[in-house]
């Protein structure tokens, strides 16, 4: 048995991005799915830009804008006629992309690097070791298969066998609201660049563009609810911008969430990913793109420590991290479904409070990070944050568009000293990259201060801080490297 092998349990979107990450990087990995086809619908439709990052790192970002819609702004829609525009700039525009195209992507990314999905066979026990990791998985036949690896990561949805394997709790409770989501072609004028929230008094509806001229319309409503096109009609004339119709119905359905977060996304070698570790509510379209950044935190460590780069503890951070992130979006998906549902006694003071957020600038500064994934922040479980920070940095734990990542330097912490042109910043900098060849690169900003940042490989801020926190910072990653 490869110790060094991972067996990814599920290739929805989440497995196979793990699989694709982990191939490309040389570990091998097995995918197994209980499917004996690849799940189609749309599903999640918006990429947020951390999982179109990934799509840019792996290449397919130009085919996954080929097949998407691209989205220019969101559009909060008080009342006919009265429209709050928030314009995305790159940093914080999704692209519309069906889930189905978003995992034949993947998928065929896997096999061009000789990966495959082992498909028809459902993981149904697990057993595990100080050492390794064995699963049993079950053909419809009957038949039963036993599969052995050293690690394992758990992507099989919301109702993931893994975690109830690993009896990890999945707490937390179902969301009282049920939730239609139909899609179709729509007649009548609509900003096809647009995702728009319809605030109206009878309830919330979001209208957005699908590839190939269709649109998406979801919307809460009671729960016994019919789930046919004459439905969906009543909701666009009663919440819509009025004179849209729905001339062809390719899907519909009605679904309920919940807003749950695994009690741990790690028991030894088993790691949860996406759907498997945390659900919320679906506003703001985020569990997709949440799932995608697990993924993302994990596979940079796990590789590090499976090539014997990293000291196997930096592992328990990514439990930490991911939950710290799950919970946060949990919080901001539950605060934002409860905005856009008030009933009419709180819909005036809502309005207007969005008309002045919307005036000062207020909420473009508040929503679209949010939803853009930028207010994320991690506690400092890897102990590299120093005692203070200089003012203009970033704070460690955040990622910022004004601190990007050098592509070309993957999987590397990325030192960035500051100082002038001859300062001693540089030489110190160049010697910490020395030291911890292939872990960290330097760069240097020419710059009135001085002091540094320190980036992780997924574009986390490790560390920030002045000169005299430097010293402190080489030891404290010293750690880090075993
Ligand atoms: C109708 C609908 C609309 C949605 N809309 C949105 C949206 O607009 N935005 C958004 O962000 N999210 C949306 N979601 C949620 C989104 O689809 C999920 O967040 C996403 O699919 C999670 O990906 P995943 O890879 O974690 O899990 P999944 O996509 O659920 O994949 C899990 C895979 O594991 C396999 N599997 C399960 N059990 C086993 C087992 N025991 N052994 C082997 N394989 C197994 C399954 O066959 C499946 O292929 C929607 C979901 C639905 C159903």
Redesign the pocket.
């Known amino acids: 048995m490869n110790t060094n092998k991972v067996l990814i ?7 196979l991005l793990a699989a694709v990450e982990l191939s490309r990087r040389g570990v091998p990995v097995t995918v ?4 004996e086809e690849p ?1 189609g ?1 749309s ?4 990429l947020w830009p951390h999982a179109l990052e990934s799509f840019d790192r792996l290449g397919l970002r130009a085919e996954a804008d080929k097949r998407g819609v691209p989205v220019e702004a969101l559009g909060c829609h008080l009342a006919p006629g009265t429209v709050l525009r928030l314009p995305a700039d790159p940093h914080h525009a999704p692209l519309v992309l069906p ?1 189905e195209d978003t995992c034949d992507l993947l998928e065929a990314e896997l096999r061009r690097l000789g990966g495959t999905v082992e498909r028809g ?4 026990r697990l057993a595990t070791s100080a050492e390794s990791v064995r699963a049993t ?1 079950r053909r419809a036949d009957g038949t039963e298969v036993t599969l052995e690896a050293g690690w394992l990561i758990g ?7 893994v975690r109830a394997e690993l009896g990890i709790v999945f707490s937390g409770t179902p969301l009282p609201v049920t939730f239609l ?1 139909a899609e179709g072609r729509l007649a009548g004028d609509y900003d096809t660049r647009a995702v728009g929230y319809h605030l109206s008094r009878s309830g919330v509806l979001l209208v957005a563009p699908l590839p190939g001229g269709r649109a998406r319309i979801a919307g809460a409503v009671p729960e016994d609810t019919a789930v046919t096109p004459e439905t969906v009609r009543r909701l666009l004339d009663e919440r819509g911008p009025g004179g849209l119709d729905l001339t062809e119905t390719t899907f519909a ?1 009605s ?1 309920t969430s919940g807003e749950r977060v695994a009690n741990t996304f790690r028991a030894g070698r088993c790691f949860l ?4 570790a945390h659900v919320h509510a ?1 506003t703001g ?5 949440l ?1 995608l950044e697990d993924v993302r935190n994990l596979v940079w460590k796990l590789t590090g420590v499976i090539e014997g780069r990293f000291a196997p503890s930096i592992l328990q951070s990514y439990d930490i991290e991911r939950r710290a992130a799950a919970e946060q979006t949990v919080a901001a998906t539950g605060r934002l479904t409860r905005a856009v549902m008030m009933g009419p006694a709180a819909l005036l003071v809502r309005n207007s409070a969005l008309s002045l957020a919307h005036r000062t600038g207020l909420l473009a500064r508040l929503l679209l990070p949010t939803l853009a994934g930028w207010r994320i922040r991690y506690p400092d479980v890897l102990g590299l944050a120093g005692p203070q920070t200089l003012r203009g940095l970033p704070a460690p734990g955040t990622r910022s568009p004004a601190w990007p990542l050098d592509p070309d330097q993957e999987d590397r912490f990325q030192l960035i000293s500051m100082g002038p042109a001859d300062d001693m910043m540089i030489r110190r900098g160049r010697a910490l990259a020395a030291q911890a060849p292939g872990l960290v690169v330097h760069r240097h900003r020419v710059t009135k201060g001085s002091g540094f940042v320190l980036l992780r490989p997924d574009g986390y801020v490790a560390a920030a801080g002045p000169e005299t926190d430097f010293t402190r910072l080489a030891r404290e990653l010293r750690k880090l490297f075993g």
């Open positions: 349990v599920g290739a929805g979107p989440c497995g197994v799915d209980a499917g799940a619908g599903r999640a439709i918006l889930q066979l459902r993981v149904t998985a992507a099989d949805g919301h109702r993931s066998t989501i359905a679904f990913v996406g759907d498997a679906p379209g985020q569990g997709l793109n799932g």
